[in-house]
């Protein structure tokens, strides 16, 4: 069983592994419904079936989406914290969220890019949503 990391997060070893033998805009740009069938990937140290870490590894390219990209070393503290998409980060206030993780990062505008734009893609979802919702059943072809 791999050792937990201090704090109250889960533990990112495999996580961290798999990030180290790819790229970060592989992970971007892959459909991660089923990333083991990914050829792309190299999974070196960790397991292919590991389920724990392909929900990490999707909370990972859900977070690519809220962090600005000079800034992609805030994604695994933000796991690390149990922050896993941009609608978990919306759903907190702006100034609890500076509060709260100010220790993660020494530039609050970095926290703050993220909080808006997570904000922006909940907007967005929701959106999207009440669209899907309003739209009449079309028929089957």
């Not at 069983?1 to 533990?11: D, H, N, Q, Y």
């Not at 798999?18 to 892959?30: A, G, P, Y």
């Not at 808006?116 to 893609?121: D, L, N, V």
Request: glycine residues 2%; aromatic residues 6%; contains cysteine.
């Amino acid at each position: 069983m791999p050792a937990k990391k201090k704090g109250k997060g889960p533990s990112l070893t495999s996580l961290k592994k798999f990030l180290k033998n790819n790229e970060v805009q592989l992970i971007r740009t892959s459909d991660l419904r089923d990333p083991a069938a990914n050829p792309d990937f190299k999974w070196t140290g960790v397991k292919k079936s590991d389920q724990n870490l392909i929900k990490q590894l999707r909370a990972y390219q859900r977070l690519l989406n809220v962090v600005p990209s000079t800034n992609t070393d805030l994604i695994l503290p933000f796991l690390q914290e149990g922050l896993r998409s941009a609608v978990h980060i919306a759903a907190i206030s702006q100034q609890q969220f500076l509060q709260k993780y100010q220790h993660l990062t020494k530039d609050q505008s970095v926290l703050l890019a993220c909080h808006r734009k997570a904000t922006a893609i909940r907007a967005r979802l929701l959106l999207h949503y009440v669209n899907r919702k309003q739209q009449p059943l079309s028929r089957i072809s």
